[in-house]
């Protein structure tokens, strides 16, 4: 089994994995990073969006073979200190189950950092493909404004 480098969290990690294993099982099966949530596995839902240099992907369709070598992100990787996003989903009232959050908050990170004050546009252009079937939407989208201010 190839052994494979990456950056997780600001860690470097060695890992054993078959090329064509999605990273979602490396971080939560191999790594122990169960924050990430596995959704659908078909790139559909969002549950498993990480930061891959930065950019938001969904690890159950990125292989390990594409992931080695780069800088991944995970939910985990936010927690040290809460983040003026955390704090504005928590403020807002946000999660109902939760399943999909820590993909939500991964997906509303990247846009944060791409355009520090979106409009609604943006947020629903951004936060379009992560799937919540608690229907908070509108609550995602106050959170990503009021983050936006307060950030």
Request: proline content about 6%; charged content about 20%; some cysteine.
């Amino acid at each position: 089994m190839p052994r494979y480098s990456l950056t997780v969290n600001g860690e470097r990690q060695e890992v054993d994995a078959p090329p064509d294993m999605p990273l979602l099982w490396v971080l939560r099966d191999v790594l122990g990073l169960t924050g990430t949530k596995f959704g659908c596995g078909k790139n559909l839902c969002g549950a498993c969006t990480v930061h891959i240099d930065g950019s938001p992907v969904r690890s159950c369709m990125t292989r390990m073979s594409r992931a080695a070598d780069r800088e991944i992100t995970t939910i985990e990787g936010l927690a040290p200190r809460l983040t003026a996003l955390q704090k504005a989903w928590i403020a807002e009232g946000v999660p109902q189950c939760g399943y999909c959050q820590s993909g939500q908050i991964m997906a509303a990170s990247a846009l944060l950092v791409a355009n520090p004050d979106p409009d609604d546009q943006a947020i629903d252009a951004a936060m379009s493909r992560n799937i919540c079937r608690c229907g908070t939407y509108q609550r995602i989208r106050k959170a990503i404004h009021r983050a936006a201010r307060e950030g």
